[in-house]
């Protein structure tokens, strides 16, 4: 017995070129949807993951920009500025505070490093409070510092790699005489620390004569903390400048708003012509089986029943395009997110776009609703035939 | 199977006036014809008689302008009242089987699909069996999984003609069935006409030109310019 269903399969594959091209159509807005909406997911989720991280909430910083703050909290940064070491005892005295951990950046010219030398960054940290607040850092080799003060180095993944540094192996400070002794080796975290190289924080002041000075304190607060007034807190410290997670998050996401409103643009354009494509598509199988269609309602067709064959085929375009497009844009996910990362002003490390089933499962509902609004004209336009004209008429007409 | 004096369809002063501009053809010109149960009407006349104006009129595929037109005791047409077009489409399933001259099957569909096809949009009891009946008693049971395309001429009317008849209609009317067909396969769907007529009780109305056809029928009705003759 044949079924609405089935005949309305069976006409798609009657014209397979021009079904064949409107399913590109969608697949090709479908991609687009999908990266979109697995961009918008994974930003938020790499980012958070960025700031987690870190592992503590509140980052203490000597006054300046806050953009500079922000990068230097995510990636390090040049023109730095310094704070006295006492000020870690001020911070440590508020009851609301769990862990504190000093950290001195220090960036210098390395003149063997590539072909025409380069900057090195090195992070000194305190090895009694630092191991504590990122406990996601697993050696692949060997361990932390002994001592406060030691001569030694800890280097992460992707540091070791292009420095080729094993255990026990020295290295040159640039800058200096000192030789320090690589004491460990990180596994890849997927974080900035990979490309890292800590240092102990009195070792970096004392080889680079920065004594008692540091550049920023990462600070845990206990959970009950209520953030923004403990920040309040903390600007009665003079020439301070603090930034939260909270803010980090917001500074970057503003940054980051005009790209996704490019790309949600883009979207929506590609939403609207796979729209017209599938209403055109469906209109032309319409109007060339007018007569077809005026039999089937001489045979006791109601007009629901047609509206429902055409709809069926709109149905049946848009999911095939929708799950096509969402195969396409997760084999493509790491193209689509090399092409993202080369147009945002700051990218997390992790994954920008993320894609999972339940985001295909929703944008392929998103393209079948769109497809079902596109299908209500031409399956208008169908379901008001009447038997006699399409009889009589050789063609229908717009 | 005898005709009856039991009146299946009743038409009177039926018009059906197409307005061109300031122009008004009467297509059908006040008609008054009734048609028993059973009975076989060919009408013939020369082309742009009204033939199958009439025709479309009868099987309830058009509006009349004027007159009225009952089908089955059940009153389609009266004053400038017709019937709403959900109860005409019950009508349409529950009496009659139309034919074509074009045959209009689909031809995405196999010639099983073609037959079954207006139980796409409604149920009825012993589709298969009629199904089966219809096509060994027109001699299609072995082409029942081919495509329109790969049947002959004869081969696709009388595919059509089981799908008209596969709702068990009490009228089958059909609108130059053998236009598209030699004289052979012709022949072939006057004597299924003829043995539907007498062997199944289906009243048959139909338009032709073909002489043999019309001759065939046990009832003859001229037209010319939209009148009876």
Redesign the interface.
């Known amino acids: 017995?044949?079924?609405?269903f089935?005949?309305a399969w069976?006409?798609l594959?009657?014209k397979r070129l021009r079904s064949m091209l409107t399913i590109v159509g969608i697949a090709l807005s479908t991609w687009v949807l999908v990266s979109l909406l697995g961009f918008n997911q994974g930003y938020e989720n790499s980012l958070n993951k960025d700031i987690d991280n870190l592992g503590f909430q509140v980052l203490l910083t000597a006054k300046g920009c806050p953009y500079e703050a922000a990068t230097l909290m995510l990636k390090g940064g040049t023109g730095l500025k310094y704070m006295p070491y006492s000020i870690v005892d001020s911070v440590k005295a508020n009851p609301q505070v769990e862990e504190v951990t000093p950290m001195l950046m220090q960036v210098v010219f390395d003149p063997n490093k590539g072909e025409s030398g380069g900057v090195t960054a090195f992070l000194g940290i305190d090895p009694a409070t630092y191991p504590k607040m990122k406990t996601y850092l697993i050696f692949e080799q060997g361990k932390w510092f002994d001592k406060p003060e030691a001569m030694e180095a800890v280097f992460g993944y992707e540091a070791a790699e292009l420095e080729q540094r094993e255990v026990g192996d020295l290295y040159l400070l640039p800058e200096s005489d000192v030789e320090v002794t690589v004491v460990g080796v990180l596994k890849r975290s997927g974080t900035q620390d990979d490309g890292t190289i800590f240092l102990p924080v009195r070792t970096v002041q004392n080889v680079y004569k920065l004594e008692n000075k540091i550049t920023s304190i990462g600070i845990k607060v206990n959970k009950e903390t209520d953030l923004a007034a403990y920040e309040e807190e903390l600007y009665k410290l003079s020439d301070v400048q603090v930034v939260s997670m909270a803010q980090v998050k917001m500074t970057i996401s503003n940054l980051v708003a005009t790209a996704r409103v490019m790309v949600m643009s883009i979207a929506l354009i590609a939403i609207l012509i796979a729209m017209v494509g599938v209403m055109n598509t469906v209109l032309m199988s319409v109007l060339e089986r007018w007569?077809?269609i005026g039999?089937?309602?001489?045979?006791?067709?109601?007009?629901s029943?047609i509206f429902k064959l055409i709809w069926f085929e709109t149905i049946l375009l848009t999911f095939v395009g929708g799950i096509v497009g969402s195969v396409m844009s997760w084999i493509l996910a790491t193209v689509t997110d090399k092409l993202i990362r080369s147009v945002l002003p700051y990218s997390p490390t992790s994954a920008l776009v993320q894609i999972d089933v339940l985001l295909a499962l929703k944008a392929i509902g998103i393209i079948m609703a769109i497809g079902l609004i596109s299908g209500i004209y031409p399956a208008w336009k169908a379901a008001k035939i009447r038997?006699?004209e399409a009889?009589r008429s050789t063609d229908g007409e717009l | 199977m005898s005709v009856n004096n039991e009146k299946i369809i009743e038409i009177k002063d039926l018009k059906k006036i197409y307005v061109r501009g300031s122009e008004h053809i009467h297509a059908v010109d006040g008609i008054t014809l009734d048609v028993n149960k059973g009975e076989y009407v060919a009408f013939v006349g020369p082309s742009g008689s009204g033939k199958t104006t009439l025709l479309?009129l009868l099987?309830c595929?058009?509006n009349p302008t004027e007159g009225s037109l009952m089908v089955a005791d059940r009153m389609v047409y009266c004053e400038n009242k017709c019937m709403n077009?959900?109860d005409l489409?019950?009508l349409?399933?529950e009496l009659f089987g139309?034919v074509?001259q074009?045959f209009?099957l689909?031809?995405?569909?196999t010639v099983e699909?073609n037959i079954?096809?207006?139980?796409?949009?409604?149920q009825k009891e012993d589709?298969?069996k009629n199904a089966k009946h219809l096509t060994e008693m027109l001699g299609i049971a072995h082409r029942l999984s081919h495509l329109p395309k790969e049947l002959s001429g004869g081969e696709m009317q009388r595919v059509a003609v089981a799908?008209a008849l596969i709702?068990r209609p009490k009228i089958l009317l059909a609108d130059e069935p053998t236009g598209n067909l030699d004289s052979k396969r012709s022949a072939e769907i006057s004597g299924i006409f003829q043995q539907l007529n007498k062997e199944e009780g289906i009243t048959i109305i139909l338009v032709t030109h073909n002489h043999h056809l019309a001759e065939s029928a046990g009832k003859m009705v001229e037209l010319k310019d939209g009148k009876l003759v």
């Open positions: 017995m044949p079924s609405l089935g005949i069976k006409n594959r009657r007569q077809e039999i089937m309602k001489s045979m006791g067709a109601m007009t029943h038997p006699i009889i | 479309h099987g595929l058009d077009e959900r489409t019950k349409r399933r139309y074509f074009k209009y689909i031809p995405t569909l699909e079954l096809l207006p139980f796409a949009f409604y589709a298969h799908r709702n």
